[in-house]
């Protein structure tokens, strides 16, 4: 298992951009697929992308293709979430957590989950 912990957000005009980063914890991080899931308030929480153990394949929510990248650096063990193009949608508590199999977009298929970043973004 591997402690994560979120940082990054902020308030952001819609068109905006913001990067998140998931800091973890541990020697094991480059063994995980890594997930951000984000929450608005009265949702569930809703997978916007996925990466796998070495960073060389993505995918993404239909929501957020082509506007969010998310990338991951070993060597600091860390992955991020590039937002571009930011919309009032995109509000929400954002949360990274390790994957138990790269390409699924189930909460429970992942663990280790961070506190989350608050993205607030205002039209």
């Known amino acids: 298992q591997v402690q994560l912990v979120e940082s990054g957000g902020g308030l952001v005009q819609a068109g905006g951009s913001l990067r998140l980063s998931c800091a973890a914890s541990g020697r094991t991080f480059s063994t995980y697929a890594m997930g951000w899931f984000r929450q608005a308030p009265g949702k569930e929480r809703e997978f916007v992308a996925g990466?796998?153990?070495?960073?060389?394949?993505?995918y993404y929510a239909d929501s957020v293709k082509g506007r969010f990248t998310i990338s991951r650096d070993n060597a600091k063990n860390t992955v991020y979430l590039q937002m571009n193009g930011l919309r009032p949608e995109d509000a929400a508590v954002y949360y990274c957590a390790a994957a138990r199999r790269y390409g699924s977009t189930s909460s429970p298929d992942f663990h280790s989950w961070g506190q989350g970043s608050q993205v607030t973004v205002s039209s």
């Open positions: 990466i796998s153990e070495y960073g060389g394949s993505t």
